[in-house]
Nanobody, 122 residues
Framework: QPQLVESGGGLVQSGGSLRLSCAAS????????IGWFRQAPGKEREGVSC????????EYGDSVKGRFTISRDNAKNTAYLQMNSLKPEDTAVYYC???????????????WGQGTQVTVSS
């Protein structure tokens, strides 16, 4: 059974940092692009970042460029999102997702995690 489990969310002050993890199981992790998405209350889901299966292609949403860094460790079946210089507007539930055969945030994703809450206080 394919599964993605996010962790690392929490409450942080503006300007602080968090590192999210996405642990995968039940599918061949290193075949899949991994994406991070977020959704704030009352807002549409937003693509944050994605990384191709080999790590060679990376995309960031405009709102996080220069502050967030995506990475993956295929040996550990885990992807990461390092979030620095956090702002209150980064507050959202963050989801990781896996896509087979695609490499951008706008492509379809096959598997989704349950999400982890990130709250940035001002």
């Amino acid at each position: 059974q394919p599964q993605l489990v996010e962790s690392g969310g929490g409450l942080v002050q503006s300007g602080g940092s968090l590192r999210l993890s996405c642990a995968a199981s039940g599918f061949t992790f290193d075949y899949y692009t991994i994406g991070w998405f977020r959704q704030a209350p009352g807002k549409e889901r937003e693509g944050v970042s994605c990384i191709s299966s080999s790590g060679g292609n990376i995309e960031y949403g405009d709102s996080v460029k220069g502050r967030f860094t995506i990475s993956r460790d295929n040996a550990k079946n885990t992807a990461y999102l390092q979030m620095n210089s956090l702002k209150p507007e980064d507050t959202a539930v963050y989801y990781c997702a896996a896509s087979l055969g695609f490499e951008t945030l706008n492509d379809p994703y096959d598997y989704w995690g349950q999400g982890t809450q990130v709250t940035v206080s001002s």
